[in-house]
């Protein structure tokens, strides 16, 4: 259910991002149209409720229309409808990305958590973060917030400025840490800081990453909108899920190793 209070807050962001009024994307059918926002994304498409949109370079705009007049939106956004797009973004070097889901967060939201524990780094120590494996975390942000096991950096969350009034967090967290809450923590210090500065906090999670939904809502944050998004280079998928139901909870795969998709190539720079 999309939390219509803060949607009215974002609305405004999201129309700078797509250069097309929200009041203009209609419920009952998704319209293909000429992405007019701010250079970046090649494609966005995003699901606000019960109505969706797709936002396309205009060469894309007729076949895409074509595509999507035979998806119902909870089709479009899976990754059947990732894959669907793709067929016609694909021949252009453009992968599609997602879905994923948008969460945002203001003073009525927010569910403060204690972060004596939380330190404030400056952008001076940002600059000494390994980020290739804290990588969901930017090294040109406004600020961090750190929590330490010794010397040992265990979670990290960064804010960044996605155009006003919206300040992003990014979260990770050492996995074999044995310490609980630390993402929770670290999210909560960055929520708390944006909102004293009198920003509205934004995140966004794929589905596959149980751990960072769970994280993100339980420091208030809500879900707005989902998206998908192009990307330049290969189709980029997702891992398998991520976590568990409960903590010890048994998962298991139903399919077997052989019958994995083997086309599907290590990530580049491994």
């Known amino acids: 259910m999309t939390n219509e209070r803060l949607l ?4 405004p962001w999201i129309e700078r991002q797509l250069g097309i009024p929200v009041s203009k994307i209609q419920a009952g059918g998704t319209q293909v149209m000429p992405l007019a926002g701010k250079a970046g994304d090649p494609l966005r498409a995003l699901k606000i409720g019960e109505r969706t949109i797709v936002a396309c370079r205009p060469k894309w705009v007729d076949k895409l229309q074509e595509i ?18 793709a067929r016609v973004t694909l021949h252009d070097n453009v992968g599609i990305w997602g879905p994923s889901w948008f969460l945002f967060g203001d003073e009525e939201s927010w569910h403060p958590l204690k972060t004596d ?37 265990t979670a990290l969350a ?7 009034p919206m300040w992003e967090i990014g979260m990770d967290v050492v996995q074999d840490s044995k310490l609980r809450g630390l993402g929770r923590a670290v999210v909560s210090a960055a929520a708390r800081w944006i909102l004293d500065n009198g920003r509205i906090v934004v995140a966004s999670t794929a589905q596959f990453n149980v751990p960072s939904a769970r994280t993100l809502r339980s420091v208030g944050l809500q879900h707005v909108f989902a998206s998908l998004h192009g990307t330049d280079g290969s189709m980029n998928l997702a891992p398998q899920p991520i976590g568990a139901p409960f903590p010890g909870a048994e998962t298991c795969n139903l399919y077997p190793r052989w019958a994995m998709n083997h086309d599907i190539l290590p990530k580049a720079n491994n």
């Open 8 to 11: 009215e807050k974002v609305n």
């Open 68 to 85: 999507v007049d035979n998806l119902d939106p909870d089709v479009l956004f899976s990754m059947f409808g990732a894959y669907e797009l």
């Open 117 to 153: 524990h939380v330190v404030m780094l400056d952008p001076e120590q940002l600059a000494t973060i390994n980020y290739d494996f804290f990588w969901h975390c930017r090294p040109d942000s406004l600020a961090g917030f750190a929590i330490y096991d010794g010397d040992m950096l």
């Open 158 to 164: 960064t804010v960044s400025d996605e155009g006003e």
